[in-house]
């Protein structure tokens, strides 16, 4: 098949298709004699096996490396497994900082009618975001603090 049939097969574009190829993640297809690609069935199941990867949460480099292990004739699971670990680590690590961001939108909201009323006549613009927001731009927690009291 040519790459626009493997592009409708597999719902890839060709041209990333194409860039699978220069990264080589998909091996070089033979061509035909008037130079255009030819992919057979084991193309589709390996552009299949990279989307699902994708799905997952792994890098390209990541799904290169798991390619790898198994062109060697050995099986990359407890590989994967352990990449996987890794990506669970890292989505635990991204909800704490979300609920912890959460809980101080919901601490800075809590406090804003306060602030509304004081900032009527004065020269700032919004003072919950100039007060619930510090230097850094962090959610400023001492204020946040200040208000529970």
Known sequence: MKIGELAKETGLTAKTIRFYEGIQLLDDPGRTESGYRQYGTE??????????????????????????????????????????????EQVDAVIRQLEEFRQALQQLGAGSHEVVEQAAGQPCICGIIEKGIDADGQVAMAWVERRRK
């Open 43 to 88: 193309d589709v199941e390996r552009l299949e096996f990279i989307k699902k990867a994708k799905r997952l949460g792994l890098s390209l480099d990541e799904i290169r490396d798991i390619l790898k292990i198994r062109a060697l004739s050995q099986s990359p699971c407890v590989h994967v497994r352990a990449l996987l670990d890794q990506k669970l």
